[in-house]
């Protein structure tokens, strides 16, 4: 309800930040990642999932902090159809509730990013309250382009292939994958220009062995979206695990609020890790907003680590028990971080043999944030 919702924010808005650090310390998780192919540059793995580690020791790039934020579309939404959102399905489109229209996901492509498609560290050049801060020993802000390349996994024109990303923190809307010629300028532009169309109707949840025993594979249905995309003629697809419907987000304010770049709002007090003593922006009124927003989608519920919600979920669920928000420390096998969404594309089979990059694009519905990862690709033509 609003007056529970409202509580939430006032008195528990600790509780949500506590949730946030808690989320990146190693046993738990931030945000998302690509994890295969097993070229990507961030790191992510079918074995690591949503997870996301900051040990001061460890130099992992930690795909789950390459993103962009604020990102806003810069037109009117074009994705209106309930069959096709994730968070506040049926609200009237421009209505006072419709809190998501200037999201990314409501027009999906449409919403620009920051650097060359990869995703910046931390998401912003300023670190922010909301997990927007950079991997160890990586400095804010900077281009996912410049982590080291891997060796390639190897790609047939014309082929079907695996692809696969894990969230951490289910923030809706639909992604894509995406090819860029290694030989040209890489950006957001090149990658435009060749998204990969899904070979399949259908997509699977790979369960980590790390929470489920002997990593399960479930099939579920994928919803395919061409129209209102950009490009045109471009193919993504839905996020398949809805989030929990706790309250409606407008309530929590003006959802284009911006972070204020300029008011430090305190400091990561995590002894050992390696965000510890930096100070983060945000200025109170944008953390109050985010963390009501979390609380409407069930991120600081049942002890703060993230609620089971098959009940009261955005839309059905595609498999028992896969909804939620955040990872959930009572039943971490259900967590959202507990499992990749595998699915498969199609390589075009008029491509030249060359070098590429891979993009993930995941545009979210819940946030104003566009989510990136690259991997190392070598295509063979026909």
């Known amino acids: 309800s609003e007056a529970v919702c409202r509580y939430s924010v006032t008195n528990h808005m600790h509780w949500f930040l506590l949730g946030v650090l808690l989320c990146l310390v190693p046993t738990c998780h931030s945000h998302g990642q690509l994890t295969y192919p097993p070229s990507n540059r961030a790191g992510g793995t079918y074995d690591t999932a949503g997870s996301c580690g900051f040990p001061e020791s460890d130099e992992g790039p930690y795909g789950c902090l390459w993103f962009s934020q604020p990102a806003i579309i810069p037109g009117s939404p074009t994705l209106n159809e309930s069959k096709y959102r994730t968070y506040n399905v049926h609200a009237v489109p421009g209505s006072p509730t419709d809190w998501t ?143 929990c419907n706790v309250c409606n987000q407008a309530i929590c304010g003006d959802p284009l609020i911006k972070p204020n770049y300029t008011e430090a709002s305190g400091k990561f007090t995590n002894p050992g890790l390696a965000y510890h003593n930096r100070t983060f922006y945000g200025g109170k009124k944008w953390m109050s907003y985010i963390a009501c927003a979390g609380d409407c989608a069930g991120a600081v519920a049942r002890g703060y680590t993230g609620i089971l919600c098959p009940n009261n979920a955005q839309f059905p669920e595609p498999y028992p028990f896969a909804s939620g928000y955040f990872y959930n420390s009572t039943h971490p096998e259900r967590s959202v971080s507990a499992f990749s969404i595998v699915d498969q594309v199609v390589v075009p089979a008029d491509l030249p043999t060359g070098e590429y990059l891979l993009s993930w694009r995941w545009d979210c519905e819940a946030t104003s944030q566009v989510w990136n990862n690259c991997a190392d690709i070598t295509v063979y033509g026909k």
């Open 101 to 243: 229209m200037k999201y990314p996901w409501r027009a999906p492509g449409t919403a620009p990013v920051q650097g060359s498609g990869c995703g910046i560290a931390g998401g912003n050049p300023v670190v922010l309250w909301n997990g927007g801060v950079s991997p160890p020993k990586v400095p804010q802000g900077t281009d996912g382009l410049k982590l080291p390349a891997k060796t390639p996994t190897i790609w047939a024109a014309g082929s079907t292939v695996e692809v696969a990303f894990a969230m951490a923190a289910n923030h809706g809307g639909g992604y894509s994958y995406r090819l860029c010629n290694k030989k040209g300028p890489i950006t957001e532009a090149c990658f435009q220009k060749t998204v990969l169309k899904f070979a399949s109707d259908k997509q699977w949840l790979q369960f980590s062995g790390a929470f489920v025993p002997h990593a399960p594979r479930v099939e579920i249905p994928r919803t395919s979206v061409t129209t209102g995309v950009h490009p045109p003629g471009s193919e993504w697809t839905r996020n398949p695990i809805p989030a």
